[in-house]
């Protein structure tokens, strides 16, 4: 067996495995063969196969919040929720597989994630609903501010990126980096912000 952790070799292999070939093609077979773990190294770790899955969501969460836990608020919320949505898309580029087993750019027919698993992708938005709460009550956006609303409208954005980045769509003049600044700073001053400002803590949010 590989000397790496069979549990985290398992999690990627399950991933790509959905990610690339759908849900037809994932056995514990194949991936302890993948892995040069023995079978019941699923069950020990997991329970059973459709447990495997739900745990690739798990850990994806894990993985993403390890990463938006290192953004600090400091004194500028829009560059904090610049650095957020930097943070979404780097960890997007970084696991392509686990990110479309979060958020549904993967079948998972067979294994199928309940609502609650679901939900626990949902509950990332809290990070940018706060940035965005912080940055009405700094009078950067309006104060009527529907922060539900405008997180979820971020999402959409930030998920269509991702995906027509991965896809290869994303080409030309303008590539994912700047589409991402653009939209940042759109989005901040529909919100808003004042055009120069809101330029300003985008660059400085998505320089990191």
């Known amino acids: 067996m590989s000397t790496a952790n069979p549990r985290r070799l398992l999690l990627d292999e399950a991933a790509r495995v959905l990610a690339e070939e759908g849900p037809a093609a994932l056995s514990a077979r194949r991936l302890v063969k993948a892995v040069g773990a023995s079978t019941m190294a699923v069950y020990t770790h997991f329970g059973s196969m459709p447990g495997l899955v739900r745990e690739v969501m798990r850990e994806g969460v894990a993985r993403f919040e390890g990463r938006v836990a290192e953004v600090e608020a400091g004194d500028d919320p829009v560059r904090e929720l610049a650095e957020l949505c930097r943070v979404y898309q780097e960890f997007a ?98 919100a808003g912000d004042d055009p120069e400002r809101a330029a300003a803590s985008v660059r400085s949010g998505l320089a990191g």
């Open 93 to 190: 580029r970084a696991e392509p597989a686990v990110y479309a087993v979060m958020f549904g750019g993967s079948g998972t027919a067979g294994f199928e994630l309940t609502d609650d698993d679901r939900q626990m992708g949902v509950r990332l938005l809290r990070y940018p609903r706060n940035a965005i709460r912080r940055c009405a009550a700094a009078g950067r956006f309006r104060t009527e501010t529907d922060a539900d609303l405008l997180v979820r409208q971020l999402f959409v954005q930030m998920h269509g990126l991702a995906q027509l980045a991965h896809a290869g769509y994303v080409i030309g003049v303008y590539g994912p980096d700047d589409i991402l600044a653009g939209m940042l700073r759109d989005f901040a001053v529909a």
